[in-house]
């Protein structure tokens, strides 16, 4: 079925550390995938995408990794801050006629000051 | 401000009330989705239009009915609630169908 997992429901890191949120995505039809962050009582906030045609791309203090032969996204967090704590949803462009985006059930990351 | 206006931000009902929740797209945007999140769960895709037609479905309930008018802006109706509704509803809006999404957020609803 559709489906995109993550692997850790929680995780905890120290002010200043990198985090490593992973997710693994069912559908190898698709061809495009996001990164979503969501703080208490807001919508989700697009972080940083990725092509299927692409490995790894990089924004301001995040990269995306995409390995497509065992169907895992991570997302890296540089020198994590206080304001990096909320949930992080990794989605994955379903194209299976009409195009949708699914999105995993979400990781929480906590910054531990 | 992500440009995605959702309203209203609240909503309280009682069970098998009806309710109307609604969305305008940011500009420019032609599709817009709804889903739907309950407590520290995922987002669940409900329905997709695009410039006024239905393109997709998910696991949407029967009582649950939307539509998007010709301004772009979008409803997503609510009947015959239940405790189980309960949840924040989020509309997105992307310029093509598959486009990176801007969410609004939400309508929190509370069925009591």
């Known amino acids: 079925g559709e489906s995109v997992g993550l692997h850790l429901p929680t995780l905890s890191v120290q002010e200043g550390d990198n985090s490593i949120i992973n997710c693994a995505y069912s559908n190898s039809a698709s061809d495009y995938f996001i990164w979503y962050k969501q703080e208490s009582g807001k919508g989700p906030q697009f972080i940083i995408d990725?092509?299927?045609?692409?490995d790894k791309r990089q924004g301001q203090r995040v990269t995306v990794l995409l390995n497509k032969t065992v169907k895992h996204l991570s997302l890296q967090i540089a020198a994590t801050q206080p304001g990096d704590s909320a949930v992080y949803f990794c989605a994955e462009n379903l194209v299976q006629g009409a195009q949708k985006l699914v999105f995993g059930q979400g990781t929480r990351l906590t910054i531990n000051p | 401000d992500s440009g995605v206006t959702q309203t209203p931000k609240h909503l309280i009902t009682a069970t098998g009330q009806r309710v109307t929740l609604r969305c305008s797209p940011r500009?420019?945007?032609?599709?817009v989705y709804w889903y739907q999140q309950s407590l520290d769960q995922g987002l669940q895709f409900l329905i997709q239009y695009y410039n006024g037609e239905e393109r997709a479905k998910g696991n949407i309930l029967e009582r649950f009915s939307a539509q998007q008018f010709p301004d772009l802006h979008s409803e997503l109706n609510l009947s015959s609630l239940e405790l189980g509704d309960s949840a924040l509803y989020f509309c997105?809006?992307?310029?093509?169908?598959?486009?990176?999404?801007?969410f609004g957020s939400g309508t929190r609803l509370t069925v009591v």
């Open positions: 990725i092509r299927s045609n692409m």
């Open positions: 500009s420019g945007d032609l599709s």
């Open positions: 997105a809006s992307s310029r093509t169908p598959g486009g990176g999404y801007t």
